[in-house]
């Protein structure tokens, strides 16, 4: 008369995979929803005068998923009054930047959000003028927030 399971490793597995999948989905679909927060935030800020367009059109973010981009948001949107005078865009110079950045990130999950323009920090740091500070700052804010989020809506898919 002993304990007989009704289930085999094959349902163990199954089940198991599930429950991965469920985190691998609730991981990308979070950062990449305060990706576009952070970059909403840095894009929408009226701080210093964008001359060409290209600070503002180098902000942007990837997803990242054990050093492989899954996603990438870099939009051409603004423009200056001395837009059009660079062969190369802002949006590609930026899109460009974060993809080498993914490449150091090959374990786990990852949002990377940029600034592309190598002068990005010249402008916050000399100029005192924000373009992607206050970006962090929620960033750092929300991660805590969407972590407790995932670990409760995994609790509740059990």
């Given amino acids: 008369m002993g ?9 163990i597995n199954s089940y198991l995979q599930e429950r991965i999948n469920t985190l691998d989905e609730l ?4 950062l990449n929803y ?12 009226d ?18 998923k054990h050093g492989n981009v899954l996603s990438s948001v ?6 200056g009054p001395e837009s059009g005078n660079n062969d190369k865009s802002g949006k590609d110079i930026g899109e460009a930047y ?10 786990g999950y990852a949002v990377i959000v940029v600034a592309g323009m190598d002068y990005a920090s010249y402008v916050e ?26 670990v409760n809506t995994m609790r509740r898919a059990q």
């Fill in 74 to 79: 870099f939009t051409n949107e603004a423009s």
């Fill in 27 to 30: 991981m990308i679909r979070n």
């Fill in 34 to 45: 305060l990706g576009m927060e952070c970059v909403n935030l840095a894009k929408n800020l």
């Fill in 125 to 150: 740091d000399i100029h005192h003028l924000d373009v992607l500070k206050p970006a962090e700052v929620l960033a750092k804010t929300r991660i805590n927030q969407i972590a407790k989020s995932i």
């Fill in 3 to 11: 304990i007989e399971p009704r289930f085999n490793m094959n349902q």
């Fill in 47 to 64: 701080t210093y005068q964008d001359q060409t367009g290209n600070l503002r059109n180098s902000i942007g973010y990837v997803v990242v």
């Fill in 98 to 107: 974060a993809k080498e950045l993914a490449k150091d990130f090959g374990n």
